[in-house]
């Protein structure tokens, strides 16, 4: 199994950045698919980006597309999701994820393990 902290949340204003860490215990992360979702109050955890065991092949939600960057340091143990241009509707808790099967794919089902979530605020 593998144990999954999440860092880097906190409040910024619109057009503003944040890079958000998930740092990996228990296991070696290079094992596991990795991914980011997050979910805003009411609404339904939703995918942000995803990333693969070795970091070649990425995918990410239209809605962030050119905007955030998902990357992976295997040797730190540890994946990054880089947001920049930060809008109001970014405002969520985003959550990091591990998968144990090959592939990219946008629904959180597939993945098994979680981190506790970070809290980020964008202000307009």
């Known amino acids: 199994q593998v144990q999954l902290v999440e860092s880097g949340g906190g409040l910024v204003q619109a057009g503003g950045s944040l890079r958000l860490s998930c740092a990996a215990s228990?296991?070696?992360?290079?094992?596991?698919?990795m991914g980011w979702f997050r979910q805003a109050p009411g609404k339904e955890r939703e995918f942000v980006a995803a990333i693969g065991r070795s970091g070649g092949s990425t995918d990410y939600a239209d809605s962030v597309k050119g905007r955030f960057t998902i990357s992976r340091d295997n040797a730190k143990n540890t994946v990054y999701l880089q947001m920049n241009s930060l809008k109001p509707e970014d405002t969520a808790v985003y959550y990091c994820?591990?998968?144990?099967?090959?592939?990219?794919?946008?629904?959180?089902?597939?993945?098994?393990?979680w981190g506790q979530g970070t809290q980020v605020t964008v202000s307009s």
């Open positions: 994820a591990a998968r144990r099967t090959y592939g990219l794919g946008p629904s959180r089902y597939d993945y098994d393990y």
């Open positions: 228990g296991r070696t992360l290079s094992t596991y698919g």
